[in-house]
């Protein structure tokens, strides 16, 4: 059975709108404006035990909104949705208790106590027993290495530091399935990392279900082997990363650095797009130039000291979709 | 854990991350008890040049301005997180309180115990403490019960005032000082019995926001004096349920806040 079920899930907020001028918020006092917009429109998914998903779109997509109904935080305007077997925004507490959710934008810590204090105070808010407690407690301390960082105050940490005990204390209470909103913003490249290299972990050994929502397209290329997009609050791709790809084009990249310098890169069925030093980009499509042969044929002509094969990035890939979708 | 131990547990952890912040903590304690010190220096000064005001003196008003104000500033003291709650809708942290299996109104209330209002409260206690010892009460066991009784009533409602004032966040970003007026405008109306008050503000305060009830009826019960009103002095036993009937409503108002916030999530 799935784990999370979501079916044409709608969400529209209406923001009241103020008059300009100084009777504006006079006026607005009896009589409001509202304006509505639509966060998320007929939304439908469903996550499997042990799915590690990319939720991905532009700013004011209705990542976040789905995010916080999942959560059991918003409720719906229409639509149904089922997390481990709960309606979220039913039964909050039940549900919660059984889910972590962790915001890159915010910290659940308390702010001027030892971090080990705030995962005390989280195993009596979530009621987690002595002994899995511990159990947990000191697993998710070795995976993130947050020793040397218990005993000090939320407010001294850097975020990196404070992502990372973050993510233990969402997941103290032993939740099956994770929740992330952007998780790595605003880390520098070795807290990505770090956060990456955990949530692949807990995801293949203690199946935990993950579903994130990031800006970062290489969160979704090192962890996510689904990927669902969004835009204008409406899911437009759902599958594979491959697939994805597939979809928008077959480019592919042929990297090659070439002995001499000066010469120019010329093949059949291959267009140079980058040139810098001794390194030429080649843009091509492998359905009509297979691989091996362009390969062969670039090897043939020129002196080459290393080659490599490459996707197109997968921003380039999102950005290209949205315009596509916009045309 | 219970929701009871947990709201103590929670308070605890408070206390302890104010105590990173010492000299800061002591600092205010002492400047908050000048200040409210200030306020009972200008009571003082009416009576000294009337004796009495309508039939009443100065201890016995001294003994409202004492009750009121040491429940007052437990209320106060207790009252942070839904204080500083409106700040908490605008950034969307409410939503992290959301995310957690327990009653949001615990978790909002359990955020913080300002320990510095002990300056408040030494004050009126020493000005309680006075007036007790002037109008010779009895402290009996039933008139310790009644005055812890009429306290407690009276720091339920003026919580229930300060969840009222949270609540209107839900609704609105303004800060509307309405609620403001009537919880500070009820501590001074409140130090003063309500027989010197025009019938509409009696009104108001009986049957309105019940400060009457949880204050001036069981006052003068502790005091034994008859009520130039007219009520009789029993009424002052049962009184003090209004203003846990008032957290009640208040508390049930928060809910539905809470109920408007998840559907609208603004």
Known sequence: MSQIVVEGLTKTYQIAEREPGPWGAVRGLFRRRYRRVVAVRDVSFSVESGELIGYVGPNGAGKSTTIKILAGILVPDSGRCRVLGRVPWRERVAHTARIGVVFGQRTQLWWDLPVIESFELLRDIYRVPETVYRKHRDELVDRLELSPLLDTPVRQLSLGQRMRCDLAAALLHGPAVLFLDEPTIGLDAASKLAVRDFLWEINRERNVTILLTTHDMDDIEALCSRVIVIADGEVFYDGSLEGLRARVTNERRLIVDLEDPGLPLRVEGAVEIQREGHRRVLSFDPTKTPTPLLIADVTAKYPVRDLFVENPPIEEIVAQLYRDRER | ?266
């Open chain 2, 1 to 266: 854990m219970s929701g009871f131990r947990l709201y103590w547990r929670l308070i605890g952890a408070s206390i302890r991350a104010q105590m990173q912040y010492r000299a800061s903590f002591w600092m205010h304690s002492v400047a908050h008890l000048v200040d409210t010190g200030l306020e009972f220096l200008a009571i003082w000064a009416l009576f000294a040049r009337f004796r009495q005001v309508l039939g009443w003196t100065l201890p016995e008003v001294a003994f409202f301005y004492g009750t009121i104000n040491i429940a007052f500033s437990i209320a106060d003291a207790f009252n942070r997180g839904f204080d500083l709650f409106g700040q908490k809708v605008r950034s969307g942290d409410f939503d992290l309180i959301l995310i957690r299996p327990r009653s949001t109104a615990l978790q909002i209330a359990a955020q913080e115990l300002r320990l510095m209002r002990v300056g408040r409260l030494s004050q009126s206690c020493v000005v309680f403490g006075w007036a007790s010892w002037k109008l010779n009460v009895l402290w009996s066991p039933e008139w310790c019960l009644l005055l812890l009784w009429t306290l407690l009533g009276t720091v339920a409602l003026f919580y229930a005032l300060f969840v009222l004032q949270a609540t209107l966040a839900f609704w609105t970003t303004e800060t509307l000082e309405v609620v403001n007026a009537v919880t500070y405008g009820g501590v001074e109306a409140g130090q003063y019995p309500i027989a010197l008050y025009r019938p509409w503000l009696r009104e108001f305060l009986t049957y309105g926001v019940p400060i009457a009830c949880v204050n001036y009826y069981p006052i003068l019960a502790l005091l034994g004096k008859p009520d130039p009103l007219g009520a009789p002095l029993w009424v002052g036993w049962l009184s003090p349920l209004a203003g846990m009937a008032f957290l009640g409503v208040a508390l049930f108002a928060w809910e539905l806040g809470v109920r408007h916030y998840r559907s609208t999530g603004s």
